[in-house]
């Protein structure tokens, strides 16, 4: 387990904060297309609070054979939580401690999945865009809750665009027959279409995608290890952004 210090000059305010993305905003790569699905590895990641403790419980990420999906490393950090919980600005509370588990061995992690938006949010820059620019890493968002959407038709691999004006920003994309969509994205260095052809190739039994689905299951699992967690420890599970 690693423990991950703030980093120096993180901002802690919303008004800096969101300066911060504004200027990061801009290096976002969006014409590289990515990795072909079933290649490499894929790695997911999850995050959990203790708030009573002023700690980022478990930063745990979970790296993947692209093509068999089997595991092929576990790796958790822990981190005090940087920042406050504000709508639109998540990656700033979570971010700290996500690079420290990624950067752990086996190296490197391939495409990072987050369980969050990339360029489908209303500035433009979600989580995946901003871990992606931070760590360099080639990063694409699934979320489980899209924004306003067309509903795409009711079978598996169905999508409907997510527009801003006339641009698309974001898929509506049915991983399941007859099963609410997600919501894939570009987030840096990897397309809207390969966005949303990992997620088809990471939903082979369920709606969201085995690298989101096995880094909750460890991030829960080390939640029950912590030791002298408080009555009042308790996970945090916000909607991604």
């Known amino acids: ?92 509370r979570e971010i700290p401690t996500v690079p420290a588990a990624l950067d752990a061995p086996p190296r490197p992690p391939g495409l990072v999945v987050c369980d969050g938006y990339g360029l489908a949010r209303p500035r433009r820059f979600g989580l995946a865009g901003h871990l992606g620019v931070l760590t360099g890493l080639q990063t694409i968002g699934v979320a489980k809750n899209p924004f306003a959407f067309t509903a795409p038709a009711t079978s598996r691999g169905s999508t409907a665009p997510l527009l801003a004006g006339i641009k698309e920003v974001g898929r509506a994309l049915r991983t399941r027959d007859f099963v609410k969509p997600v919501c894939g994205s570009a987030g840096h260095r990897a397309g809207l279409a390969n966005a949303c052809a990992h997620t088809l190739a990471l939903t082979p039994a369920h709606r969201l995608p085995e690298t989101t689905r096995r880094a909750d299951a460890l991030c829960r699992r080390a939640l029950r290890e912590v030791p002298c967690r408080t009555p009042h420890g308790r996970r945090e599970t916000p909607g991604r952004v």
């Open 1 to 92: 387990m690693t423990s991950v210090p703030i980093p120096d000059g993180w901002p802690t305010a919303e008004e800096a904060a969101r300066a911060v993305q504004d200027e990061l905003r801009g290096r976002v790569v969006l014409d590289e297309p990515g990795p072909p699905p079933g290649t490499g590895r894929v790695t997911g990641a999850d995050v959990a609070y203790d708030d009573e403790r002023d700690l980022v419980d478990e930063t745990t990420a979970v790296v993947l054979a692209a093509a068999s999906l089997e595991v092929v490393a576990e790796i958790t950090a822990v981190g005090r939580i940087s920042f406050p919980y504000v709508p639109g600005l998540l990656a700033f």
